[in-house]
């Protein structure tokens, strides 16, 4: 099938539209649009050969299973979008051409919970670092991610209107993840209440002057302050691995895991399955009444 190309000025047009989209994907797809552009393929059909290149070496080096998802994710995110903005959008011959080729693009295999022990914390590294950082914010927000699970870009992401009720003291929230997908934790009340004292948000519930919170920003705090703490630098990724590897650890089901992550790609949690699910007082991770030691 023909995609739209990179030489006519509406299809530069259209690849600057979809490099200028804002979402979780924009930097792995300026990656893509660039290699469609640097090599002048046709954006549907230069997906294959950008499945390949990404599986490549590259300064030396290959990218994770992980990574190599995420950026296909994205690719396919924009490919999708190109063909449903093209005039092709309504032929079902060309369509169905489209899922066959966005089918023949596989995803890597990734190991079940494919996360190296020291990429995660201890219950006891978990409670100081949450407790001991002189940074009042980010200890808040160490909290918040390692007992949910979240990604701190959709942490950061949350409105006040995402909070529902109380309910035998937990409070349910929406979370928009990657691609728009909503899914809800459960966070105790008590701590909620906590978090609205000392951000004092308007509109978001971690809010500062008004605006919400720099991602890169926080994620080089909480590094800073688990450097002066624990002696190393821990990314914010690093305590959703710890969420995760504490559930599985006490006995969850990977699946029921895998959901609360918000884990949609198959590629991801294709091997992760089993039955079972988490109930809402089990996805708020409760460092106080855990007590495992390291995880491995």
């Known amino acids: 099938m023909r995609g739209k190309g990179v030489r006519g000025g509406h299809d530069e047009a259209l690849l600057a539209e979809l490099e200028g989209i804002r979402d979780i994907y924009r ?39 992980a990574t190599i998802n995420r950026k296909l994710a994205a690719a396919k995110s924009r490919v999708r979008y190109a063909f449903k903005n093209s005039a092709f959008a309504a032929d079902l011959r060309r369509k169905y051409q489209l899922a066959e080729i966005l089918k023949s693009v596989k995803l890597k295999k990734l190991d079940e919970l494919a996360v190296p022990t020291d990429k995660v914390l201890d219950v006891e590294e978990a409670r100081k670092l949450a407790a001991q950082a002189r940074d009042r914010t980010i200890g808040l927000m160490v909290t918040f991610l390692v007992r949910t699970g979240t990604r701190v870009s959709e942490m950061l992401g949350l409105r006040l209107t995402d ?40 509109t978001w519930l971690f809010e500062h002057e008004g605006r919400r919170y720099n991602r890169v920003s926080v994620t080089n705090r909480i590094k800073l302050e688990a450097l002066r703490t624990l002696g190393r630098e821990v990314s914010a990724q690093q305590l959703r691995h710890t969420w995760a590897a504490l559930q599985i650890k006490r006995g969850k089901s990977v699946r029921a895991v895998a959901v609360l992550l918000g884990h949609s790609n198959p590629g991801v949690t294709a091997q992760m399955y089993s039955e079972g699910e988490l109930q809402p007082h089990e996805d708020f991770l409760d460092l106080e009444k855990t007590n495992e030691g390291k995880i491995g």
């Open 27 to 65: 930097l792995d797809v300026k990656q893509f649009i660039g290699f469609i552009r640097e090599r002048k393929l046709l954006i549907v059909d230069g997906l294959r050969k950008y499945a390949q290149w990404l599986d490549g070496v590259h300064d030396g080096k290959r990218y994770s299973a």
């Open 163 to 202: 909070l529902g009720p109380a309910q035998d003291g937990l409070v349910p929230i929406r979370v928009t993840g990657k691609g728009g997908k909503p899914r809800t934790i459960h966070v105790k009340a008590e701590f909620v209440e906590r978090l609205k004292r000392h951000f004092e948000g308007s």
